[in-house]
């Protein structure tokens, strides 16, 4: 299991007879994808249905190997719809995993049971049933740490929310494949059904080429299902594959409650797929300022919520009356929106009249530039 309710649990057992306990969990379930390699990028969308809903469910969309391993995903949990994205430490990595960004809402802290690391928790944000949630996970050097990051696009709202960004001591980490999905009971209540969907996978390799998820491995647990295990109660009781037709088409998986397999354990399920790159709004810059300072300039600046979120930004000074480019930057830090512009100090040198600010967005397009004047 990758998240235990240890207190409630023990509270739990406290309370149940002993021949009961241990055995009534639904059955854990993964959906494995194809992508065997390793990426920068790594996406999925994520629904749960109505019926599908029952607390002490995670529903993971997205679990990665390497040195930077960790999962991200939906949980119904007893305090309400959480978004969770966790890094596990790693026997390479020279310090802890700290979180250098927080979204609004997110909180972090360290875990442990099945080995140790940082997660992090959002449940101001919420999910909603019979809704579609796409995750986004990407990873990026800096120097010889790593950064990785995870945002969610809500299908209600239409907005883009940057949970998170974990800085992990280890170069290079990226997402190794394949992507797993997994479906869990984590408090034995195997009684209560529940389902995930998931379509719209996507990794970008190491090269910068897309990689549609076009098949997935779906498992169920085989050594929970013994007498005696976890899952023994209900051993029966799962199911998993494809539902829909055409561009509708998903991946399912349910357990508990009264499902039925349909499928063997394990199966292989293909999903058909035409795109060639994930298919988002440009991320569009707005409401950018310059206000003058002691020192020079700050600028600030807002995103668009509904477009793709930024990745890095570019910012160019430029002098009076031309185009020429005095100076340039870029930095990759997607939570940023100030900037501090240093004025040209000596008199011999050009001093800047206007900046020119552009991004790079998650999915490593540019957007359109902005100029600003400088008061």
């Known amino acids: 299991m990758r998240h235990l309710l240890n207190v409630l649990a023990v509270a739990c057992t406290a309370a149940l007879p002993v021949t009961s306990w241990g055995q009534h969990a639904a059955p854990s379930s993964h959906m494995v994808f194809d992508d065997n390699f390793p990426g920068d990028i790594v996406i999925i969308s994520v629904r749960v249905p109505a019926d599908g809903e029952a607390v002490y469910t995670y529903y993971e969309g997205l679990g990665w190997r390497g040195t930077a391993a960790g999962y991200a995903g939906l949980q119904a949990h007893p ?123 996507w990794k970008r390799k190491l090269d910068g080429q897309w990689y549609p998820f076009a098949a997935a491995r779906y498992s169920v647990n085989a050594w929970d299902l013994e007498p005696g295990k976890r899952s023994f109660a209900f051993r029966d009781v799962w199911d998993g594959g494809i539902r829909g037709e055409g561009d509708k088409a998903y991946y399912f998986m349910s357990a508990g409650g009264k499902a039925t397999p349909s499928t063997t354990n394990p199966s292989t399920h293909a999903v058909p797929r035409r795109e060639a790159e994930p298919a988002f709004p440009t991320a569009v810059l707005l409401d950018c300022r310059a206000m003058q ?70 999915f490593g397009r540019v957007s359109e530039p902005v100029d600003v004047a400088l008061p």
């Open 293 to 362: 300072t002691d020192q020079g300039w700050n600028l600030t600046w807002a995103c668009e919520p509904a477009a793709a979120p930024p990745h890095a930004f570019v910012l160019e000074t430029l002098g009076e009356g031309s185009n020429r480019v005095l100076t340039r930057e870029q930095v990759i830090e997607p939570h940023r929106r100030t900037w501090e512009i240093a004025s040209a100090g000596s008199a011999g040198k050009p001093q800047p009249t206007r900046v020119r600010l552009s991004c790079v967005d998650l």
């Open 79 to 201: 305090r309400g719809h959480n978004f969770i994205c966790s890094v596990w430490d790693n026997p390479a990595h020279t310090a802890p995993i700290t979180a250098v960004h927080r979204g609004p809402g997110t909180k972090t802290e360290g875990f442990g049971g099945e080995g140790t690391g940082l997660k992090s928790w959002n449940f101001e944000l919420g999910w909603e049933v019979d809704a579609w949630y796409t995750l986004v996970g990407r990873t990026w050097s800096v120097g010889d740490h790593t950064q990785l990051g995870m945002w969610v696009h809500a299908e209600p709202t239409g907005e883009w929310t940057h949970l998170v960004t974990f800085d992990v001591a280890v170069a290079d980490a990226r997402f190794e494949g394949g992507t797993d999905a997994f479906l869990e009971d984590w408090l034995d209540t195997g009684s209560e059904g529940r389902t995930t969907n998931l379509r719209n996978g």
